[in-house]
């Protein structure tokens, strides 16, 4: 049985100043988008651990096929966020397999959204989709997990209105910006 479906819809909402989002599973026409969306966010040096590093079709390339693998695997989901054909955001829910099955009901939230459309609760919409997929999709899902800068107050707030909850602190744990910043540790108990 396969479980991948390129380009299926996952859910279509609209954002706060009414553009129309469409959140759906990627397809390989979207590798040259990712890529650019990827260099362009790490450039940002915004709240994610990545901090200029840039990526080419190649290795992007190569993450989308593994993602491929896992989704086929039921191990991850990974929606992509666009208005009209831009492409504006990425959530991945991924299986924690460090843990082996010890571990198998845990996952972890990764989410980000082009600059220019944050602020219009497009991150909340899109990462409430993402995880209702996943309620149907992974199976075992159960507990999920997600990190983040303790200065990341926009995100902070977005995570707790979506039913996060801080389970940990770990100071000084990120670099940015010339200063350490607290990683907190939040999970969501499904």
């Known amino acids: 049985m396969t479980y991948l479906e390129p380009g299926k819809i996952i859910s279509k909402f609209n954002s706060k100043n009414n553009l129309s989002v469409t959140v759906r599973y990627p397809m390989w026409s ?36 593994s993602k491929f693998a896992e989704i086929e695997a039921q191990n991850s989901i990974l929606a992509l966020a666009f208005i009209d054909q831009e492409f504006i955001g990425i959530c991945n829910i991924d ?12 996952f972890k939230l990764g989410l980000s959204v082009k600059k220019e459309h944050r602020g219009q609760g497009i991150g909340e919409y899109f990462a409430k989709a993402s995880i209702e997929e996943a309620k149907v999709f992974l199976p075992n899902f159960k507990i999920l997990l997600l990190d983040l800068f303790a200065q990341n107050t926009p995100a902070l707030k977005t995570y707790q209105k979506l039913g996060f909850k801080e389970v940990g602190r770990v100071k000084n744990a990120f670099w940015r910006q010339g200063q350490y910043s607290d990683q907190l540790l939040m999970a969501l108990y499904i």
Do not use: C, K, P
Request: aromatic share 10%; no cysteine.
């Open 30 to 65: 979207d590798l040259e988008q990712m890529t650019d969306y990827i260099n362009e966010i790490s450039l940002e040096d915004t709240f994610l651990t990545m901090s200029g590093e840039q990526y080419n079709l190649n290795q992007e390339a190569g993450f989308l096929g």
């Open 95 to 106: 299986r924690d397999l460090s843990q082996r099955t010890r571990g198998y009901h845990r």
